[in-house]
């Protein structure tokens, strides 16, 4: 799974009673939730209000492993 936004963190827990195993890729070691980032911005809210660890929200999950790294680039598989 490439990205813990939105799509890569809900399609990862969608997932938690497949039989497969994930290895779940984020550049960042946290989930940011884009739609309060106005009041950081504002000072309404601090910075780790908006934002959690990855490990620590699929901390119970058993089919999932986390890494922080990069993707830099997507090659096309010929199967
Ligand atoms: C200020 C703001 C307010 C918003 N308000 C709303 C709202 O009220 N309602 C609503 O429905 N939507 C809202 N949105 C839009 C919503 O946040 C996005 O549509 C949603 O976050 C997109 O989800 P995503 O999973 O596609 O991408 P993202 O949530 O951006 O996640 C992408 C993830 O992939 C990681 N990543 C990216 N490239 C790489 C790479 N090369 N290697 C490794 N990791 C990588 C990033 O670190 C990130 O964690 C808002 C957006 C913003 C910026």
Same mark, same amino acid.
């Given at each position: 799974?490439?990205g813990g936004?939105?799509?890569?963190l =809900?399609? @990862?827990? &969608?997932?938690? %009673?497949?039989?497969? $195993?994930?290895t779940?890729?984020? $550049? @960042?070691?946290?989930?940011l939730?884009?739609?309060? #980032?106005?009041?950081?911005a @504002?000072a309404?809210? %601090?910075?780790?209000?908006?934002?959690?660890?990855?490990?620590?929200? #699929?901390r119970e999950?058993?089919n999932? @492993?986390?890494?922080?790294?990069? &993707?830099? %680039? #997507?090659?096309?598989?010929? =199967?």
């Open positions: 799974m490439l936004g939105f799509g890569g =809900w399609a @990862t827990r &969608a997932l938690r %009673s497949a039989p497969v $195993r994930i779940l890729v984020d $550049r @960042t070691n946290h989930h939730f884009q739609p309060l #980032l106005y009041q950081v @504002t309404g809210l %601090s910075g780790p209000d908006i934002a959690a660890p990855l490990r620590h929200i #699929l999950q058993r999932v @492993t986390v890494l922080m790294d990069e &993707a830099r %680039s #997507l090659v096309r598989g010929r =199967w």
